[in-house]
């Protein structure tokens, strides 16, 4: 099974909404990373987390790392066709290993 | 520009015969990795190196080989392809393995084992 469950695994929204993924690990992470992937390119960082509780931003994209260090969010406001693609969050399972990624989510934008 | 190159992008090569992919990075990172994508799947580590001469095996690593002679180079090695090897690949590159650290990827090799 899946290390790293995310949800939902596809997404289709309106151009202008929010919408929010998900990652959920059983075990608590020492870092989380959020990647985003073109279909068939290299995947693109997005952000990292580190502590419990932590948020960070860039332009409309809002990521959260629960205080267990076990769940994360990422958020998209007002999204648009240029947000499509697919997510993939990754995460460390110790401080030296190696990292580990989820099934990924795919969002598609409808302008 | 800070990058990772993959060659080829493409590739269809038939089952047995050997091949390479090549993974290059120019900033001067000392951890780098392989990993295949597969659909439903995810990312999986093939292989990963922490630094020159110092190599060590992934989640699914049969089938493939790997070299670090150069911190710049991590070629992945498929002595003898099968169908099953069939996947789109990834070498990424990291200041250091996991650890709170940013990590590079190139733009991926499609091979396609027939």
């Known amino acids: 099974s899946q290390e790293l469950e995310q949800s939902p695994q596809s997404l289709i929204v309106q151009e202008g909404k929010n919408l929010t993924i998900n990652c959920t690990s059983s075990k608590t992470l020492y870092g989380l990373y959020w990647y985003k992937q073109k279909y068939g390119e290299g995947l693109i960082f997005l952000m990292m987390?580190?502590?419990?509780?932590e948020e960070k931003s860039h332009e409309k994209i809002t990521a959260k790392l629960d205080e267990k260090k076990q769940q994360s969010s990422l958020h998209i406001t007002a999204s648009q066709p240029s947000h499509a693609g697919i997510y993939l969050c990754?995460?460390?399972?110790?401080?030296?290993?190696?990292?580990?990624f989820g099934p990924g989510t795919s969002l598609s934008v409808i302008p | 520009e800070a990058q990772v190159t993959q060659n080829p992008r493409y590739l269809i090569t038939v089952t047995g015969k050997k091949l390479t992919v090549t993974c290059s990075q120019n900033?001067?990172?000392?951890?780098m990795s392989w990993y295949r994508q597969d659909p439903g799947l995810g990312l999986r580590q093939i292989y990963y190196?922490?630094?020159?001469?110092?190599?060590d095996k992934g989640d699914v690593p049969e089938g493939y080989k790997v070299s670090r002679k150069e911190k710049r180079n991590f070629p992945l090695i498929l002595e003898s392809p099968s169908p099953n090897q069939t996947s789109l690949y990834f070498c990424?590159?990291?200041?250091?393995?996991?650890?709170?650290?940013?990590?590079?990827f190139g733009q991926g090799t499609r091979l396609t084992v027939v």
């Open positions: 990754g995460a460390d399972k110790t401080s030296y290993d190696k990292v580990i």
């Open positions: 987390l580190q502590k419990g509780g």
């Open positions: 990424a590159s990291s200041l250091a393995a996991g650890a709170n650290t940013e990590a590079f």
């Open positions: 190196s922490m630094n020159v001469e110092v190599t």
């Open positions: 900033m001067n990172h000392e951890y």
